[in-house]
């Protein structure tokens, strides 16, 4: 499944709807990830850029 | 990470939290090993779920609402209050708790100010800080803490859980920077801002003030009782603390560990020092304690450790035990520590907080001891 990616500005307002594919979030600071498991729930990837790398967390 | 709060609230929950902190105030609301667990196994090692039965508690300082929740899953039947003067964390908390059941019990109030209290909160039971009382500016804890004391009924009990220990070898919350913690404010400061190992980005941006909001200035029992009343009272804990341990079990990696033994002997005759007041040997009765360590023991998640090396352990840092029935032991990983590696799992390396302190407001006549402090060790020892 394609993942979708979207660059935000940190002041962005949240978005919706909420995603049906993969979709990732990316801010300044780092990015989201998520992706559908169905029922509402998500998997979560959060990264965070750090000097230039993206450190998970 | 799995999660069922949708990508609105966790884009909010990282512009209030900051990216690098969002895995784990994520972590904290969806996955029980985060906070719950913990929870449960500190508060209901003093008390038992019947002696919140009807009472009021207030989770000072409840942020997004993690702790408030998890209360309200743990005392289904006592009213639970989140207060903060964050106004944004609080809408967040008030937005997940509409979508969760166990909030019917829950209610959350702002505070005016970072060192004031809203009028009319009414009086508590319990007044529980989790995570919260090392986010406090110096002149905050002095002003707040008698303040709440006072908003304490008799044999009120106010709980210190999970602040970073002020004597610990590594300021784990803030800055991840050995010694820090015994460096004057302004050294502590420059350090942190340049040679920290978490938060790197965001602590050079930070000033003193920043820093202390950050949590680089962690509590310790004496600065806690010194800024209650006299009636406040070490509670002995059932589980058993030693703060040498502390140390010890900070202490981990090539070299460090000769570092431990000068600093475990130090910490050892503190112990003994104060003991009777911080720690050491429980004075709970023998059948009150077998109660509550059930308790304990039904929600501890041992680990694989030896008993020959723990019961070593208990020997050395504790001395003499009554009889040593049972040894349980858990690895509590650490939130604070460092860089998380994996997708909101929870990893650490040193355990450095103060887990639990529990105070009674003893009022005149009532006889009994009271704050009651459970170490924030990786290791714990339950004797049942």
């Given at each position: 499944m394609a993942t979708?990616?979207?660059?935000?500005?940190?002041?962005t307002a949240a978005l919706a709807p909420p995603p049906t594919a993969p979709t990732v979030y990316q801010y300044p600071e780092g990015w989201l990830e998520f992706v559908p498991l169905g029922a509402g729930r998500y998997r979560l990837h959060v990264r965070t850029r750090l000097e230039g790398a993206y450190v998970a967390r | 990470m799995e999660t069922s709060l949708p990508p609105s609230v966790i884009q909010k929950i990282a512009r209030c939290e900051g990216f690098a902190w969002t895995a784990e105030a994520v972590a904290r609301h969806e996955n029980p090993a985060a906070l719950e667990h913990r929870l449960t196994r500190h508060l209901f090692s003093y008390f038992s779920?019947?002696?919140?039965?009807?009472?009021?508690?207030?989770?000072?300082?409840?942020?997004?609402?993690?702790?408030?929740?998890?209360?309200?899953?743990?005392?289904?039947?006592?009213?639970?209050?989140?207060?903060?003067?964050?106004?944004?964390?609080?809408?967040?908390?008030?937005?997940?708790?509409?979508?969760?059941?166990?909030?019917?019990?829950?209610?959350?109030?702002?505070?005016?100010?970072?060192?004031?209290?809203?009028a009319e909160l009414g009086m508590f039971d319990y007044v529980v800080f989790s995570d919260a009382l090392h986010h406090l500016l110096p002149t905050e804890r002095r002003t707040l803490l008698p303040l709440l004391?006072?908003?304490?009924?008799?044999?009120?009990?106010?709980?210190?859980?999970?602040?970073?220990?002020?004597?610990?070898?590594?300021?784990?919350?803030?800055?991840?920077?050995?010694?820090?913690?015994?460096?004057?404010?302004?050294?502590?400061?420059?350090?942190?801002?340049?040679?920290?190992?978490?938060?790197?980005?965001?602590?050079?941006e930070r000033d003193w003030e920043d820093l202390l909001r950050a949590g680089v200035r962690g509590t310790n029992e004496r600065q806690i009782l010194d800024l209650l009343p006299a009636n406040a009272e070490v509670l002995q804990p059932v589980v058993q603390h030693s703060r040498a341990a502390y140390w010890r079990e900070g202490v981990s990696g090539p070299g460090w560990s000769i570092a431990a033994i000068p600093a475990s002997a130090a910490?050892?005759?503190?112990?003994?020092?104060?003991?009777?007041?911080?720690?050491?040997?429980?004075?709970?009765?023998?059948?009150?304690?077998q109660l509550v360590a059930q308790r304990v023991n039904d929600v501890v998640h041992a680990d694989a450790v030896s008993h020959r090396r723990v019961l070593l352990r208990v020997l050395w840092n504790i001395g003499p035990l009554p009889r040593i029935a049972k040894v349980h032991v858990e690895a509590d990983s650490h939130h604070h520590t460092a860089p998380a590696v994996e997708n909101g799992a929870e990893v650490g390396r040193h355990a450095a907080a103060l887990d639990l302190i529990a105070m009674h407001n003893v009022q005149a006549g009532h006889a009994g001891p009271v704050l009651q402090v459970v170490d924030g060790v990786q290791d714990r020892v339950v004797i049942l």
């Open positions: 979708a990616v979207f660059e935000l500005a940190p002041s | 779920p019947i002696q919140f039965r009807g009472h009021r508690v207030l989770d000072f300082g409840c942020g997004t609402g993690a702790s408030t929740l998890s209360l309200a899953r743990l005392l289904p039947d006592s009213a639970i209050v989140g207060l903060d003067f964050d106004e944004a964390r609080l809408t967040l908390a008030r937005s997940i708790a509409s979508r969760r059941t166990e909030a019917r019990t829950v209610s959350f109030v702002q505070s005016p100010s970072p060192s004031t209290l809203p004391w006072k908003l304490l009924r008799p044999s009120g009990t106010l709980i210190v859980h999970h602040s970073p220990h002020s004597w610990y070898p590594i300021e784990s919350c803030a800055s991840g920077l050995w010694l820090l913690n015994y460096l004057p404010d302004r050294t502590a400061g420059f350090l942190a801002r340049w040679f920290s190992s978490i938060d790197e980005e965001a602590n050079r910490l050892g005759w503190m112990d003994r020092r104060w003991g009777g007041r911080a720690g050491a040997v429980s004075r709970f009765s023998r059948l009150q304690a």
